[in-house]
């Protein structure tokens, strides 16, 4: 599944375009925050926090533009299920900030219990935020192109015995994208794509078990996974987004990353 040893690729140096304006969706904490706070430290003209939770989402902006700048940072509240409210998020943005060329589908849930949500949120929000962003990065709307990086899971390119509907979710985010990113018309338009397929990080549902909400045996066969696999810090699946972004190499491709077995592609 992994492809052969990846070539060195140096994140320090590495800087982003500086006309880069980048949405981030579930940013206002977790994961999410990380990617928006390390696009803005790598030179981000302008980044979009997107999330459900108004309340933490101003938080992170707040934050944010202490660090960075107000001119620099934005939030646009967004519930991925409702698809409308993608719109709002893309034309605020390019009114703030100018054309959209970096879109980052991050906004997911583990949620066994409640199928239907969980489908509703990983797969058809990162499906509807994709779309959006294909045609506001088009040349029918101005404009220029760009990059869109849909954050999957490990999960999603293998079983996954203890969370079966996350495992399914992200498996069609993982089809969706590869999908999209051979379409010629869309490589026309200068629209590329990047897949994150990480391991255990050390999220909010790893530091506390009752988020998981599954019987406790299901979690103690997630710890043993964990065992074997290890767990991620944020910092570290952070950087392999950073890459993601800005090596070409993994254009189109699934990038995997394990705390034992470090980048994968796939």
Known sequence: MSAPALPPFDISAAKLNPDTVAIVTGSADGLGKAFAHALLQKGAKGVCISD????????????????????????????????????????KTKERFGPVNLMVN???ILNENVPDLCIDVNVKGTIAGTFSAIKYMGSEAGGKGGKIIN??????????????????????????TKSLAVDPRL???????????????KTAIIEN???????AEDFAIAESVMAKQGVLEIAEVRDAFLRLVLDDSFKGKAMTLTKAGGLGMA
Request: hydrophobic share 50%; proline share 5%.
């Open 151 to 176: 954050v999957a899971s490990l999960a999603g390119l293998g079983p996954a015995v203890f969370m079966p509907v996350y495992a399914a979710s992200k498996h069609a985010i993982v089809g969706l």
């Open 106 to 108: 991050n906004a997911g």
């Open 209 to 215: 078990p009752a988020l998981f909400r599954r019987p």
């Open 52 to 91: 459900v939770n108004e309340e933490k989402g101003k938080g992170a902006l707040n934050e944010f533009a202490k660090e960075f700048g107000e001119d620099r940072v934005t939030f646009v509240k967004c519930d991925v299920t409702a698809h409308a409210d993608f719109e709002a998020v893309f034309a």
């Open 187 to 201: 490589q026309a338009q200068g629209i590329t794509f990047g897949i994150l397929c990480p391991a255990f990080a």
